[in-house]
């Protein structure tokens, strides 16, 4: 028998049941194996909800430039209240199918408060408050793994807390909102401040620096706050955060930021501006697991924890916060306990992972940005392709050209092979585009390779295969059967 000890919802609610089902069904063993997560709902999932919508929504303004009419008339409305409980009917059924999932693996579910009690001769203890108010109760495992996630955090500030919501809040928005304030420069703060906006809310964000997504390479920042501004969305720049925000007498906030400037008429504050691990009610030293200053547990490349036993993965370490990266360290995981022999060392990656903002337009990014290979490779080491360009989907259009959205692409190459080591692309179609060029990238792909692909024409993506100057590069491949100058097509070895 498989025990689980649930702490409310996981965070990713993809962990769980991808872990638990390959633990009992890949190696069909009986286990014994304390699983600690934090079961909330996948937020990622009802981000693509209102994404469609907004996209949708976009569609509808975009009509007319195809020669479509009714896009602006009044018989097109939107009706948040109709997305919300789809969503809600939605989430419902997701939970159904993930509960009746792990029933059928043999996992058995114990909701309540879990906190770590230290370790015996037979297994690490984790004592467990149920939800429904019992006595407390031990449970005792062999391997106890952490997958509690995080938690949006509030920054301090007059009537921060009491006046604006996170992120958690806003999809318990029951109307949408007229004029909204979001704060924060990550990508949780920009897709938001895309719904809002796409779907008709006066929208505004405020980020403490010079522009939102800092930590991106500077093309895709940059970017995105040219298409933000074009939208209409107003970004109040190098404000430092958020100072107060009052309620004025006719029920509306009034938000005043660190640099002076005041935002009026505001019915929604929402805060994006970092998330915290959900670790308080873990007693944590009792069990001698370490943490960063910042509350994050510490793992080594296996996700062990400092404690034998114990182990953490995903939001809760804060090493990349995603959750096919969550997914794949438990998979891991899972191999490296209780699979065969061949697995005992395996270990997931953090390198080249390929990452999506779903903000509009969409960004697509994987590996080192321009500034990080310079440091790490040297500038002279390091070559850099460029294209900037309007996609054809905007071919139709009959406005000036620089106010058409635009397409910026990226690649990243360093060595005399021109190893491709960052590639970062924002535009319509991004998030879709990013994931072979992945696959690529893992497996060493150089300039050369890709040059040597042949270009699918007409879309966007076949800009990183044709980007100038094509051809020029060193005839060097990364891979194990060379795919230039006609090569032979790679066969399979045993038949």
Same mark, same amino acid.
């Given at each position: 028998?498989?025990?689980?000890?649930?702490?409310?919802?996981?965070?990713? %609610?993809?962990?769980?049941?991808?872990?638990?089902?390959?633990?009992?069904?890949?190696?069909?063993?009986?286990?014994?194996?304390?699983?600690?997560?934090? !079961?909330?709902?996948?937020? @990622?999932?009802?981000?693509?909800?209102?994404?469609?919508?907004?996209?949708?929504?976009?569609?509808?303004?975009? =009509?007319?430039?195809?020669?479509?009419?009714?896009?602006?008339?009044?018989?097109?409305?939107?009706?948040?209240?109709?997305?919300?409980?789809?969503?809600?009917?939605?989430?419902?059924?997701?939970?159904? &199918?993930?509960?009746?999932?792990?029933?059928?693996?043999?996992?058995?579910?114990?909701?309540?408060?879990?906190?770590?009690?230290?370790?015996?001769?037979?297994?690490?203890?984790?004592?467990?408050?149920?939800?429904?108010?019992?006595?407390?109760?031990?449970?005792?495992?062999?391997?106890?793994? %952490?997958?509690?996630? $995080?938690?949006?955090?509030?920054?301090?500030?007059?009537? @921060?807390?009491?006046?604006?919501?996170?992120?958690?809040?806003?999809?318990? !928005?029951?109307?949408?909102?007229?004029?909204?304030?979001?704060?924060?420069?990550?990508? %949780?703060?920009?897709?938001?401040?895309?719904?809002?906006?796409?779907?008709?809310?006066?929208?505004?964000?405020?980020?403490?620096?010079?522009?939102?997504?800092?930590?991106?390479?500077? =093309?895709?920042?940059?970017?995105?706050?040219?298409?933000?501004?074009?939208?209409?969305?107003?970004?109040?720049?190098?404000?430092?955060?958020?100072?107060? &925000?009052?309620?004025?007498?006719?029920?509306?906030?009034?938000?005043?930021?660190?640099?002076?400037?005041?935002?009026?008429?505001?019915?929604?504050?929402? =805060?994006?501006?970092?998330? *915290?691990?959900?670790?308080?009610?873990?007693?944590?030293?009792?069990?001698?697991?370490?943490?960063?200053? /910042?509350?994050?547990?510490?793992?080594?490349?296996?996700?062990?924890?400092?404690?034998?036993?114990?182990?953490?993965?995903?939001?809760?370490?804060?090493?990349?916060? !995603?959750?096919? #990266?969550? &997914?794949?360290?438990?998979?891991?995981?899972?191999?490296?306990?209780?699979?065969?022999?061949?697995?005992?060392?395996?270990?997931?990656?953090?390198?080249?992972?390929?990452?999506?903002?779903? /903000?509009?337009?969409? @960004? $697509?990014?994987?590996?080192?940005?321009?500034?990080?290979?310079?440091?790490?490779?040297?500038?002279?080491?390091?070559?850099?392709?460029?294209?900037?360009?309007?996609?054809?989907?905007?071919?139709?259009?009959?406005?000036?050209?620089?106010?058409?959205?635009?397409?910026? =692409?990226?690649?990243?190459?360093? $060595?005399?092979?021109?190893?491709?080591?960052?590639?970062?692309? %924002?535009?319509?179609?991004?998030?879709? #585009?990013?994931?072979?060029?992945?696959? *690529? #990238?893992? #497996?060493?792909?150089?300039?050369?390779?890709?040059?040597?692909?042949?270009?699918?024409?007409?879309?966007?993506?076949?800009?990183?295969?044709?980007?100038?100057?094509?051809?020029? /590069?060193?005839?060097? /491949?990364?891979?194990?059967?060379?795919?230039?100058?006609?090569?032979?097509?790679?066969?399979?070895?045993?038949?």
């Amino acid at each position: 028998m498989l025990d689980v000890s649930l702490r409310k919802l996981c965070v990713s %609610i993809e962990e769980l049941p991808y872990m638990i089902a390959f633990l009992k069904v890949h190696y069909c063993q009986r286990l014994r194996f304390l699983l600690l997560v934090n !079961l909330q709902r996948t937020s @990622i999932l009802i981000m693509i909800y209102l994404g469609n919508a907004a996209t949708i929504a976009e569609t509808l303004h975009d =009509m007319h430039h195809y020669g479509f009419s009714g896009g602006e008339s009044s018989d097109v409305s939107f009706n948040w209240n109709f997305i919300k409980e789809a969503r809600d009917k939605y989430i419902v059924r997701l939970n159904g &199918i993930y509960e009746r999932n792990m029933g059928n693996s043999g996992v058995a579910s114990i909701l309540g408060t879990a906190s770590l009690a230290g370790a015996s001769d037979s297994g690490n203890s984790v004592l467990v408050q149920p939800s429904d108010g019992g006595d407390p109760i031990t449970y005792t495992a062999k391997n106890v793994l %952490i997958a509690v996630g $995080g938690y949006p955090s509030f920054p301090e500030g007059d009537g @921060i807390r009491e006046h604006a919501i996170t992120s958690d809040g806003f999809f318990e !928005l029951e109307h949408l909102p007229t004029k909204a304030v979001v704060v924060g420069a990550g990508y %949780i703060a920009v897709e938001l401040a895309g719904v809002l906006n796409s779907l008709g809310t006066d929208t505004s964000l405020v980020v403490r620096k010079e522009s939102a997504l800092r930590e991106f390479d500077e =093309m895709v920042s940059s970017t995105l706050d040219e298409e933000m501004a074009k939208q209409g969305i107003v970004v109040h720049k190098n404000t430092n955060g958020v100072k107060s &925000i009052q309620v004025a007498e006719d029920g509306l906030k009034v938000v005043e930021l660190n640099n002076g400037e005041l935002i009026t008429g505001v019915d929604c504050v929402l =805060m994006a501006t970092g998330r *915290a691990p959900l670790v308080e009610p873990l007693n944590l030293p009792a069990a001698g697991v370490e943490q960063k200053p /910042s509350g994050h547990i510490i793992v080594d490349d296996y996700s062990a924890t400092s404690a034998p036993g114990v182990f953490a993965l995903g939001d809760v370490c804060g090493n990349v916060e !995603l959750t096919p #990266m969550a &997914i794949a360290a438990g998979r891991r995981l899972a191999d490296r306990l209780f699979g065969p022999e061949e697995y005992k060392d395996a270990k997931v990656s953090y390198d080249l992972v390929p990452t999506v903002v779903f /903000s509009h337009p969409p @960004i $697509g990014t994987i590996g080192l940005t321009e500034a990080q290979a310079v440091e790490k490779y040297g500038e002279d080491n390091v070559k850099v392709y460029r294209s900037k360009f309007a996609n054809l989907y905007y071919g139709p259009w009959q406005v000036d050209p620089d106010d058409k959205p635009k397409t910026a =692409m990226k690649l990243i190459c360093a $060595g005399a092979e021109e190893l491709v080591v960052g590639l970062h692309v %924002i535009g319509m179609g991004a998030d879709e #585009m990013l994931q072979g060029f992945g696959i *690529a #990238m893992k #497996m060493g792909a150089t300039k050369a390779d890709f040059d040597s692909c042949i270009a699918i024409h007409p879309t966007a993506s076949e800009e990183f295969v044709t980007m100038f100057p094509w051809g020029l /590069s060193k005839p060097e /491949s990364g891979a194990k059967a060379s795919p230039l100058n006609g090569a032979p097509t790679p066969q399979p070895k045993n038949l």
